[in-house]
């Protein structure tokens, strides 16, 4: 009999307990950084230099946090369902956790590409390099002669994997939500594209503003409500 799909969409708060911290908590990386200015297409064609030196320090950081119980557990669920992890965050934990479908709608932290034009958004995944854990600095060129830029979708940018993402959630039998504050679109609207049969199940310690009937929350951080959850629906 096939698996039942499993959809998971996760946001900063499944890396917190990895030691990555969120955006919008209290201490959060835009509390201390002003995402216009490093983390938009405004702000590259500003200022290059600065976005290249921001993400080299947070790829940089990757290299030391390891995936916490949270990402293993997402993992280890492909046992019993068809697990597909839809990502806003730009980290590698759920690779390094061991889950094998991931779509990341905001970019890869350990990827580059070539800037090609102003504003050009198009390129194809053929241009986009894995450097791991290393720094990329002005002149670093592609082979297409352009500078290279982080592989990220800034603010002001397309979200080129929404359709696919949409395309997940509308055949989802379950939609788990962990650790977003649903704040930023076009991910934030995800969950809406679940079928009416789909059970929503929102993993945060906060409360997250969005009501929908459907959405049971688990007020748990990621480890402890990845038990709960698992409890829930009954391996
Ligand atoms: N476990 C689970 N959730 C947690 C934990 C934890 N240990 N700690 C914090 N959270 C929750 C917070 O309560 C909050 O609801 O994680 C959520 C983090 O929200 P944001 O910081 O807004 O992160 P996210 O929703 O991923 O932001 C979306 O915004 O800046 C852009 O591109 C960036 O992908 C990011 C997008």
Do not use: C
């Not at 890396?15 to 490093?38: C, H, K, M």
Request: proline share 5%.
């Amino acid at each position: 009999m096939a698996k039942k799909k499993l959809v998971v969409l996760t946001g900063a708060g499944v890396s917190a307990e990895s030691g990555i911290s969120t955006f919008r908590d209290s201490n959060g990386l835009w509390e201390n950084y002003d995402p216009q200015e490093v983390a938009s297409i405004e702000g590259w064609y500003r200022n290059r230099a600065l976005l290249l030196d921001f993400y080299n320090m947070m790829r940089a950081n990757l290299r030391d946090v390891r995936p916490n119980d949270a990402h293993r557990a997402i993992a280890a669920l492909e046992a019993d369902y068809d697990v597909r992890v839809i990502t806003q965050n730009v980290d590698n934990l759920h690779e390094r956790a061991g889950s094998t479908r991931i779509l990341h709608l905001h970019g890869e932290l350990t990827k580059v590409r070539p800037e090609n034009g102003v504003y050009d958004q198009t390129y194809s995944e053929k241009e986009v390099f894995d450097i791991g854990y290393e720094a990329i600095h002005l002149g670093d060129k592609a082979p297409n002669g352009s500078q290279l830029r982080p592989h990220i979708v800034w603010f002001g940018e397309a979200v080129p994997k929404i359709e696919p993402a949409i395309d997940w959630v509308s055949q989802a039998d379950i939609l788990l939500i962990v650790g977003s504050s649903l704040s930023v679109y076009p991910a934030a609207g995800l969950y809406r594209y679940a079928p009416a049969a789909a059970p929503i199940y929102l993993i945060d310690p906060q409360e997250v503003a969005v009501h929908d009937a459907r959405i049971i929350p688990i007020r748990e951080k990621a480890t402890v409500g990845m038990k709960k959850f698992i409890e829930m629906i009954g391996k």
